[in-house]
Every structure is written in C-alpha cells, then in structure tokens.
C-alpha cells in the first residue's frame, strides 16, 4: 500500500490491486468507498486500453476479431488492468508514477503508466498508453466511486458537456448524438462537448475535474454513489462507431491529463 500526503489530502494507492486509489480524505472525510466487491466496483481506478463495454466483446483490428476476456457477465469492461499489479516506477511523499505492462489477447505489446500528484490545489492525475510494437487503438480513463454523502450534505454533479450519446437496449452507445438534459436521469451515458465536470457537497468541499479530452461518462443510478469517469473516448470507442479511433505507438502514446481543483468551503464540518 502507497500513502501520498499533502497538507490535508491523503490518498492510499494499491499497486497490487490494478493501481486503484483505495482511500482519498480531505480534511478526514473520506471521499471514495466500495459499492460491491467484484474490481469494477470501488475505489478509483484507471481503465486501460479501453474504458467501458465493447460490442461483442471483441476488438476488431488488422482485419481480425480478438475475443476479450469476460470479466464482469457477461461484458469485457473497463480493460486488462483492473486487478492488476503495477510496478512503482517514482515515490516521493506527494507523487507516484506506476507502470503495468499487457500483451495477451490485444493487438500488440503495450504498457500503462499512471501518474497520481498531491497539490495545494487538489490532485493532478495522468495516464499515458504506449506501444511495445506495432500501433494499437486505446482509450483510457479514470473510474472514482464517490460517496453521496459525506459531512453531512449530499452531493450534487455537473459539467459543461451539452451533448450526450444514445445508450442503447444493450447499454452501448447507438452512434447518435443528442442534447444532454440533465433531467432525464439517472445516468449511466456518455456526456461530451465539454471538458470539464465538478462534484459539490455544499458546505464542505467542491472538486472541479479539468481533463485534457472531451469526454465524461456519469453514473448517478445508485443511491450511495456517483462516478464522474473522465475518458479520451466513448464507451465502444474501439469500433469508431461514435468517435475517430485514436492509434497508440512507440513515437506517439496516448496520455490523458486530469485535474482534480479543490474548493473547500469556508468553514468546513470537522471530520
């Protein structure tokens, strides 16, 4: 177990359990928790070299349909890393950069590097995909569980994407893109047309989510969580069906940056 420290922001890091964030306090108040047992469910995790479901369980690539791993029934979700151990890489007392390497059942030889940075500011994460051989498709995000409630208030979500994809009767995106209205939820969809997302429970503390690409997708359909997943693409975002695919090479990785901005309330509730 990893503890990075920074005035009162603490996170706990298992490099043995897919990189994930197990514990994230500010000011003592836990900020992450666990809705299930199974990896996809607690936490706040990376997901690479895909993010979400894909259709057929499959990719597609060089004219060759690779079967993926069933890890969650019956979908392949969320990649090859979520269980496992990554390589601690840099330690100092408010960063680390972790590294998994994967080769089976993908097109290619490829590694993960994810990069976690405490701040006066908050968190600075970044996740970067490379190649060890020939050019593969990836996309890569980030999965947090955060609680409704926490000092005694209830979270509220928002962001600045207008548009939202049609999740289909298989949960995949249809291909068409309509207005995003924030009053047909729950959520389990893909948000996009902006780069930023906040979390707020009033009176404690806002997080501000700055990502380096356009893509969100929210989860508010359970009653003790919401997962605010900044990604590079949609879910199914390997077949091209909703997005230009992006090619991750030795010369050209792909890397997603986030910013997690703290806005503490002026008098936050003791912990």
């Known amino acids: 177990m990893i503890t990075l420290r920074h005035a009162d922001i603490c996170l706990q890091l298992d490099e043995t359990d897919g990189g994930r964030a197990t514990s994230w306090t500010v000011a003592g108040h836990e900020l992450i928790g666990r809705n299930g047992t199974h990896p996809i469910d607690y936490g706040m995790y990376p997901m690479a070299p895909w993010a979400g479901r894909l259709r057929g369980n499959a990719i597609e690539w060089s004219g060759v349909a690779r079967p993926l791993p069933v890890n969650f029934d019956p979908w392949a979700i969320h990649g090859l890393v ?3 151990r990554f390589e601690v890489i840099e330690k100092q007392a408010h960063h680390v950069l972790l590294q998994c ?11 993960v590097q994810c990069s976690w940075t405490l701040d006066d500011d908050g968190l600075t994460t970044e996740i970067t995909c490379t190649s060890r051989a020939e050019a593969f498709p990836a996309i890569l995000g980030w999965h947090p569980w955060f609680r409704r409630q926490i000092a005694g208030t209830r979270a ?5 994407c207008d548009q939202q994809l049609v999740r289909g009767a ?3 995106p249809t ?3 309509i207005r995003l209205d924030r009053a047909a939820g729950p959520f389990d969809d893909v948000l996009t047309g902006g ?11 806002r997080i501000d989510i700055e990502n380096s690409h356009p893509w969100f997708v929210v989860y508010d359909a359970t009653e003790d969580f919401i997962c605010i997943e900044p990604q590079t693409g949609p879910a199914d975002g390997l077949s091209g ?5 992006t090619l991750v090479s030795a010369a ?5 940056r986030t910013r997690w901005l703290f806005r503490r309330a002026p008098q936050a509730p003791p912990a």
């Open 82 to 84: 979520l269980n496992r």
């Open 101 to 111: 390497a994967f080769d089976e059942v993908w097109p290619a030889s490829g590694a």
């Open 156 to 160: 509220e979500w928002a962001t600045d």
């Open 170 to 172: 298989d949960s995949l």
């Open 175 to 177: 291909g068409e893109c």
């Open 195 to 205: 780069t930023a997302a906040s979390i707020d429970w009033p009176g404690f503390l």
């Open 241 to 245: 069906r909703c997005a230009p695919v």
């Open 252 to 256: 050209e990785p792909l890397m997603m």
